[in-house]
């Protein structure tokens, strides 16, 4: 069993940067690949970025390449997403989440564990 905890969410203005953190709970961390995932009012819930279990790989989704970077510290148990340049549109609850396969997914179904959200407001 793996527990998830976001931080770092907060209210911004455009063209400003925010730094979300994920802090894990379990000794099998550095074993999973992390996603970060994000939802709009009003909108489904859609992949933002994700990295392997090593960090080696790492994804991201077209609206948030070169704005955006995913890391991860095993020895914190902790995953990290860098956001800069943001925009009104990045404005959603911000979720991590946990995939024991450890490759790493840009869909939300691998995923076994998440986190509740972190929210992350963009003003123009």
């Known amino acids: 069993q793996v527990q998830l905890v976001e931080s770092g969410g907060g209210l911004v203005q455009a063209g400003g940067s925010l730094r979300l953190s994920c802090a894990a709970s379990?000794?099998?961390?550095?074993?999973?690949?992390m996603g970060w995932f994000r939802q709009a009012p009003g909108k489904e819930r859609e992949f933002v970025a994700a990295?392997?279990?090593?960090?080696?790989?790492?994804y991201y989704a077209d609206p948030v390449k070169e704005r955006f970077t995913i890391s991860r510290d095993n020895a914190k148990n902790s995953a990290y997403l860098q956001m800069n340049n943001l925009k009104p549109e990045d404005t959603a609850v911000y979720y991590c989440?946990?995939?024991?396969?450890?490759?790493?997914?840009?869909?939300?179904?691998?995923?076994?564990?998440w986190g509740q959200g972190t929210q992350v407001t963009v003003s123009s």
């Open positions: 379990g000794r099998t961390f550095s074993t999973y690949a």
């Open positions: 990295i392997s279990w090593r960090g080696a790989n790492s």
């Open positions: 989440a946990a995939d024991r396969l450890g490759l790493g997914s840009v869909v939300a179904g691998p995923y076994d564990y």
